[in-house]
């Protein structure tokens, strides 16, 4: 098997995928030791053509299979697509409009964050061979079992689509997916700007001196890991940035008092850059200061005890409808709306709150029953006995 390594090669490729209605692409990347993933490898399928392309060729101009992904008359067909959005977001081309087979998976009856070679083996009865999974795929040349294995992952992904969308509308699911799939294309996932990175991690506290400092550090990391194309966590950890928000250090023995803290950070080529952004933003940290709302909390010792009814009900009407419980709901989505009938959460919102938000709140109204049967939970409606008239 030889993969497309020039651009008259794939400017071939590409004529046979426009006009058609969607094609299955995968990207094999390596970012173990890296800030910025390198694409290394992209694989494609249409019911009538199939290709793997060599992205690191030097005579490979991949410009008019970028313009297949923002072709909008083409749908895109990714399994996990996260990862791969990302890539090509990064590339300005953010493929859309897009189909994502693990959450259609997810939707059909097929389980949690189902894998690809799992939904391959139950819908096709193939079994894949995983022999090159761990493949370095920056090396070249590959061998043809690479190249085979690689291209596996979009041939059957092409066979696979159409019998998972058929299936969904069949049960009246497919606006579900196509639900998930706007927010799996919003450029505001894979916003890289430092500025923004605080966004991604958990802030503990809430006070400004505290929140302008996580977000100093965590924008210094994120623009030192990029300059230095290294991931985050070797430039700092997670931990570190919430320490270094609440200690506040600001001279070189303040830093190495830290225990999450490499030893020997101050005297290192980061310690006197990060003491620089701590100081910045304590200038004036009400302005810098990210705004975080809070979300509203009940006062109801209860809480907890509706959140634990929640989650059974949530596995009840999930088993119910054949559905994975993650796509309805999380476990954060259950505590909001333990806390507030009118939680700002996607719970309560479209289909999710026609598949369990409604029901959700009748449960907390007393309006629902959970009631074991055997090994199974039903849930039963609760009939309320008229009141009595007061006789006069």
Not at 50 to 73: K, Q, S, W
Not at 95 to 107: E, I, K, N, S
Not at 285 to 304: C, D, F, H
Not at 377 to 382: Q, S, Y
Request: net charge negative.
């Amino acid at each position: 098997m030889k993969p497309i390594t020039t651009t008259a090669e794939l400017e071939a490729f590409c004529a046979k995928i426009k006009g058609q209605p969607f094609v299955a692409v995968d990207t094999e990347v390596m970012r173990e030791t890296t800030y910025w993933p390198k694409l290394c490898l992209i694989q494609a399928a249409t019911p009538d053509a199939e290709a793997v392309i060599d992205p690191l060729a030097e005579e490979l101009d991949m410009g008019c299979f970028l313009d297949i992904l923002r072709d909008e008359t083409i749908l895109k067909v990714f399994h996990a697509a996260r990862q791969d959005v990302e890539i090509f977001n990064n590339l300005g081309a953010m493929p859309r409009p897009l189909f994502d087979t693990q959450v259609a998976g997810m939707a059909a009856g097929f389980g949690e964050q189902i894998a690809y070679d799992a939904l391959v083996r139950q819908m096709l009865k193939i079994e894949l061979d995983k022999s090159s999974r761990f493949t370095d795929w920056a090396r070249r040349p590959l061998s043809d079992n690479q190249l085979t294995y690689a291209l596996a992952d979009v041939t059957h992904l092409a066979r696979l689509y159409p019998m998972l969308r058929e299936r969904l509308e069949r049960e009246k699911r497919l606006a579900w997916v196509t639900d998930e799939m706007e927010g799996i294309i919003d450029p505001a996932l894979y916003d890289v700007e430092p500025e923004n990175a605080w966004k991604r991690l958990r802030p503990r506290r809430h006070t400004a001196k505290y929140l302008a400092i996580y977000r100093a550090v965590a924008a210094w990391r994120e623009r030192t890991a990029q300059l230095r194309d290294q991931p985050r966590g070797r430039i700092l950890k997670d931990e570190a940035i919430d320490e270094l928000a609440t200690q506040a250090p600001t001279d070189a023995d303040g830093l190495d008092r830290l225990r999450s803290v490499p030893k020997g950070f101050s005297g290192s080529r980061f310690g006197p850059d990060l003491l620089a952004a701590v100081r910045e933003a304590l200038i004036d940290p009400e302005a810098y200061a990210p705004v975080i709302e809070k979300v509203r909390q009940s006062t109801s010792p209860a809480a907890g005890a509706v959140v634990e009814l929640l989650k059974v009900l949530l596995k009840a009407r999930a088993e119910e409808a054949g559905v994975a419980s993650k796509l309805i709901a999380t476990v954060s989505d259950l505590e909001q709306i333990a806390n507030d009938d009118e939680a700002e959460t996607a719970a309560l919102k479209g289909w999710r709150r026609e598949a369990f938000g409604e029901d959700a709140l009748k449960l907390k109204r007393g309006e629902l029953a959970l009631v074991l049967d055997g090994a199974r939970v039903r849930v039963v409606e609760v009939r309320r006995a008229p009141r009595a008239v007061a006789a006069s």
